[in-house]
């Protein structure tokens, strides 16, 4: 079979499960050939062997079981960086690339930074601050060890050396720390426990612990709102991502939690995305 006809007949295969079964298809068959995307097209015509289809259809049997591509090929691309994700890791989606670009936006060139990143998962918001902002020192935390080890395996294979790692719930974490902090960044579970999605698509693969939190799914924002100013610096921010459908009860966490000069930020589909405000 030609790559380019196999490529034709999965992708209807994938439809029932992907809202882009092409492009489905073409990571998984270049992820099976060692290859990237850009040999698919320019051999096309190339015939595959009985071996290459073979493993090519087993990965494509856990995308028919909904298994997100990100957990089938162990990676996932994030600010240009490819980082390792699996099981443990929250799979990091291009709009939180947005509180990196707020964060470096407002922080343009400044040396003397101390950013902590609250759940940092694979670590993809630290890691791509990190390579920004060399000069910047990062903290970077989870409460799940194995999700730890896999940010700290992409730092190492990203030679990124400024960031410290350490465990625990979220600022149990640092509390042996005495340094305060310029910025807090934090993509925090914010999913209602409820929710029916947690039990549909690619979600149900992910970790529950790493998606849901409380009733209202603001359990954790709360949390972190209410005891990040004891960890800031005076006139420092604290910014976090939220669910698109929470910007009301958002702002008010953060006006009930003192905070000043509060900015709610959209996303490029026009939904609020991230919020963020100054320690008074």
């Known amino acids: 079979m030609q790559i380019s006809h196999l490529i034709k007949t999965t992708s209807k295969l994938l439809e029932s499960v992907s809202d882009s079964p092409r492009l489905d298809t073409e ?23 009985e071996q290459e289809i073979y493993t090519f259809n087993k ?31 929250l799979i990091p989606r291009p709009e939180t690339e947005l509180m990196v670009e707020e964060i470096l936006n ?20 630290a ?12 903290t970077a935390t989870d409460q ?11 730092a190492k294979q990203l030679g990124l050396n400024n960031i410290q790692f350490f465990a625990g ?3 149990e974490a640092i509390k042996h720390e005495t340094t305060q902090f310029n ?3 934090s993509n925090p579970p914010y999913i209602p426990s409820a929710n029916p999605h947690l039990s549909q698509g690619d979600v149900r693969f992910e970790p529950l612990s790493a998606l849901a939190s409380g009733d209202d799914g603001l359990d ?18 604290l910014i976090i991502e939220h669910g698109f459908d929470q910007k009301p009860q958002i702002l008010n966490i953060f006006k009930d939690s003192g905070y000043k000069s509060i900015q709610q930020i959209f996303d490029m589909a026009d939904n609020p995305r991230l919020c963020s405000g100054i320690k008074p």
């Open 27 to 49: 990571v998984l068959l270049a992820h099976s050939l060692q290859k990237n995307r850009t040999y698919l097209a320019t051999w096309s015509d190339k015939k595959l062997t």
């Open 59 to 89: 990965l494509l049997k856990r995308r028919q079981q909904g298994e997100p591509i990100a957990y089938i090929t162990g990676t996932r691309e994030f600010w240009s960086l490819n980082l390792t994700v699996n099981k443990d890791t």
């Open 106 to 125: 407002r922080y343009p060139q400044t040396d003397d930074v101390h950013l902590l990143d609250l759940g940092t998962g694979s670590g993809a918001i």
């Open 127 to 138: 890691l791509a601050l990190a390579s920004e902002r060399p000069n910047w020192k990062i």
């Open 144 to 154: 799940s060890n194995a999700a730890l080890n896999i940010a700290k395996q992409n």
């Open 169 to 171: 719930y979220w600022f």
């Open 183 to 185: 910025i807090i960044a």
């Open 220 to 237: 954790d924002i709360r949390h972190i709102c209410q005891q990040a100013p004891k960890f800031l610096k005076a006139k420092a921010m």
